[in-house]
């Protein structure tokens, strides 16, 4: 390895706390093209058994290096041309760790715009800047002589304004004032805002920021974004407040005095020592300030978004590995009023049996009529699973099939809420009009519903991650850093759970490792003429389908019912001699010992190692012969909502539902309770214990048990909490309290309400009541339908 990558693999084995030899391993095998999921899979020995996680953070980690050392190589030649570049300065930009501070150094020597400093050094004003450092004599006396009328320095006061810009260039590029001036700040400084005059109606859904400040390091992701996203439209007015401890009316800023001692300045005598305390505040507020600011908005825009990104991609990855209801006859119904309801039947193969639109609701009112034909289309086709999309009229066609299935028992039903969150995204897409060129895009929707139901993860991915609507402000983050992280959740839950290569459509295909969406097309349609795969090796056949594309794809693939029963398991077949040997071994064959859980539980994994396979490939292939292709998602169940309760006003305070989970953020959970509108279960009431994160509790899509806490129908919010003993306020207490915005969950005032937004007083608590920023928040973004 050279200098330079050596350096990289010493600090991401230290940064990430793992050895360096794992590092080497694992970036030289990125570096040959193996995709994360194979080398979580398939190369532990390699790696010291790195998990996916960790090789996505180290993939991460490496990107941002190589560009950190792209970016030093290209200043570390630009002051050298500029015959700049010291011994000093040089061993300070290659031991450079961040972006931020490799810029600081780069400062004084980029390239810019002729400056008033600049411009008063070619007027040989630099030895009067210098002079002026020291000094005791009187500044316009030390000026006169360095009056030039040509140059534009036509008398005294423009002459010492000149050397005042050199020094305040000088002091605003100073790379360690900057680092450490920063550091204070983040630790010290509050983010302000104020609401933009005239935009008190227009930016309502902000006004628990219109007179707002919180210290910048304690502003959560969720609140961060939230401020950005009210700038950007211009309802909010945001500055950094360096000084929130300074009296108000204070002239001077507490940075100031560090300005002068970083340069051993002596600011407080005679009228040389004032001039230069006025240049320290001119750098202040002229240079250093603004610049921070900047900095530590876009340090703060980083981490929130880095945060949202975490939630987005946990919440997805739990939606993509929810239980699948498997291969059963499903009806589909995608919910409308004046539209009617759109009702699909698919078979246990998603393949489309039948469509039909049933107008049970106002203005038509056909309930009996559509009830004779679900009736007939469940007779007719067996359907086992009726999955209903939960938009418009959702609780109503819930009870709908309700009736439908007291009225039919010997159908045998069962009835699932599903999210649509996506669905007229695929319907719209050029996939799905390829699937169903003569289907109407309505009907395509209830497809999706019924085939989300059936397998989630198989009909997701055929929607964009971002769309699919499990996220905490997505549209206010880097959509190419998101995309690149909810493209890894996507791939790395395809290749956990495997793809049957004789069913999978090519969105599933083109998300196993090593494959695209060209190569995924060229197997669906090798299949499509040549009939379904025999085995493993038949892959090898497909056009473009190379060595390296097979090794990288084929431990993923499964041929079920082939020849080899290898070939419907996780085992690569690379790694198949290692199971023929253990069967040879004890005198049995391999179809014999394959889902023997008792003898396989007696092998011991060291005995059948090799050169290439060592104990922790051999452990994992003993433990995929007990349970072959078996499927990492849990079972499936579902929630029932209760009977009676389809709109906010049937809420009443106390009562006890059940729901599901359908996004889970910093702040706390939502929780679809069957009334058209997500219920927030606020962290502070997810548990009888601390909570740091809510993944730790709930997950997207976990069935749980939830109680009314408060309701505010003008807003549409509602308050749960899953501390089901703790007792409630009556329902007119909350009411009237809620009216007022000064209700919680936990009897909170709105004074101590107040005191937590407000942030300085409270900066380092974590809110509990429902009206503060965070519940505010939450609220405003919850997910739309």
């Known amino acids: 390895m050279s200098a330079v990558s050596t350096s990289i693999a010493a600090h991401l084995a230290a940064e990430l706390n793992v050895q360096i030899q794992q590092v080497n391993a694992t970036v030289a095998l990125l570096d040959e093209g193996a995709t994360v999921p194979f080398i979580a899979r398939y190369r532990k020995e390699a790696t010291g058994g790195l998990d996916d996680t960790q090789l996505r953070n180290l993939v991460s980690r490496l990107s941002y290096l190589r560009e950190l050392n792209e970016r030093r190589a290209v200043i570390l030649k630009s002051i050298a041309d500029q015959e700049k570049l010291t011994p000093e300065l040089q061993s300070a930009i290659e031991s450079c760790q961040s972006k931020t501070e490799l810029e600081d150094l780069y400062l004084p020597y980029k390239p810019k715009r002729r400056t008033k400093g600049q411009i008063a050094l070619e007027a040989g004003i630099g030895p009067l800047a210098e002079t002026l450092l020291t000094t005791t004599e009187d500044p316009e006396k030390l000026a006169g002589d360095y009056i030039q009328a040509d140059a534009g320095f036509a008398d005294v006061k423009a002459v010492l304004e000149g050397a005042r810009f050199i020094l305040m260039e000088q002091f605003s590029e100073d790379a360690q004032l900057l680092k450490s001036i920063r550091q204070q700040l983040w630790q010290g400084a509050e983010v302000a805002a104020q609401v933009a005059p005239g935009k008190e109606q227009e930016g309502a859904k902000f006004r628990d920021y219109f007179d707002y400040q919180e210290a910048i390091r304690n502003i959560p992701s969720h609140r961060a974004l939230a401020l950005f996203r009210g700038r950007n439209e211009g309802v909010l007015q945001l500055r950094l407040n360096a000084d929130p401890n300074a009296e108000e009316g204070t002239r001077y800023s507490a940075y100031e005095p560090l300005i002068a001692k970083h340069f051993e300045l002596e600011c407080e005598h005679g009228l040389a020592g004032a001039w230069r305390k006025q240049t320290v505040q001119w750098t202040w507020r002229i240079k250093i300030l603004p610049r921070m600011e900047t900095d530590l908005f876009g340090q703060l825009r980083d981490a929130a978004e880095e945060a949202a990104i975490h ?66 289309l469940c007779q007719l086709h067996k359907v086992e699973l009726v999955a209903i999309g939960n938009g418009t009229a959702s609780r109503e066609t819930d009870r709908l099939v309700a009736e439908l299935m007291k009225a039919n028992p010997k159908f045998n039903l069962t009835k699932v809420m599903v999210s649509e969150a996506g669905a007229s995204v695929y319907s719209a897409s050029e996939l799905a009009a390829h699937e169903f ?34 996220g905490q402000y997505q549209h206010d983050v880097s959509q190419s850093l998101l995309a690149q992280s909810l493209d890894g959740v996507v791939e790395d839950c395809v290749n956990a759970v495997g793809v049957d290569v004789n069913t999978a459509s090519v969105p599933l295909l083109a998300r196993v490792a090593g494959l695209n969406r060209n190569l995924a097309l060229n197997i669906v349609n090798y299949r499509e003429q040549n009939g379904a795969f025999a085995n493993r090796k038949a892959l090898l056949e497909v056009p473009r389908m190379g060595p390296k594309s097979f090794e990288q794809a084929a431990g993923f693939l499964r041929v079920m019912g082939g020849k080899n029963p290898l070939d419907g398991s996780a085992v690569h077949p690379e790694a198949y001699p290692v199971a023929e040997r253990i069967a040879a071994a004890n005198g049995k064959a391999v179809a014999d010992i394959i889902g023997d859980s008792g003898f396989l539980k007696s092998l011991q994994a060291r005995d059948y190692t090799d050169e290439h396979f060592g104990v922790p490939t051999v452990s994992d292939i003993i ?38 989970v359908t996004n889970v953020t910093n702040f706390g959970a939502f929780v679809d309770i069957g009334v058209h509108q997500d219920g927030l ?54 009411t009237k309290e809620s009216s007022k915005g000064a209700s919680t969950s936990t009897g909170t ?37």
Not at 370 to 376: H, K, P, T, V
């Open 437 to 470: 060129p003569d289907l109407d895009v309505s009907y395509r929707g209830a497809v999706s519903i019924a085939r989300r139901l059936q397998d989630p993860l198989a009909e997701l991915v055929k929607i964009e991650p971002k769309a699919i609507g499990v």
């Open 623 to 660: 433990r995929e012969l007990e349970k072959p292709g078996r499927d990492p998602r849990p079972e499936f169940k579902t929630a029932e909502f209760k009977e009676g309760v389809e709109t906010l006003a049937d809420l009443k305070i106390g009562m006890t539902l059940e729901g599901v």
């Open 681 to 734: 279960v606020h962290i502070s009431a997810l548990a009888d214990k601390f909570v740091s994160d809510p993944h730790d509790v709930v997950k997207a899509g976990d069935v749980v048990k939830v109680k009314v806490t408060e309701v505010d129908t003008e807003r549409k919010r509602i308050a749960l909490t899953m501390r089901l003993q703790d007792p409630v306020v009556s329902s007119s207490t909350a």
């Open 311 to 376: 939630v987005f991609a946990t919440n997805l990855k739990d939606l993509l590995m929810a239980a699948p209801a498997g291969q059963r006859t499903t009806l589909g119904l995608d919910p409308g009023l004046r539209t009617g309801v759109k009702a699909t039947v698919v078979d246990g193969t998603g393949k489309l049996l039948a469509h039909t639109t049933i107008f049970p609701h106002a203005p038509q009112n056909q309930w009996d009529k559509g009830l004779r034909s679900l009736a007939a």
């Open 749 to 785: 005032s709105a004074a101590k309400s107040a005191a937590t937004k407000a942030g300085r007083q409270r900066p380092n608590k974590a809110p509990a009541a429902p009206v503060n920023n965070a519940f505010a928040e939450a609220f405003a973004k919850a997910k739309r339908r």
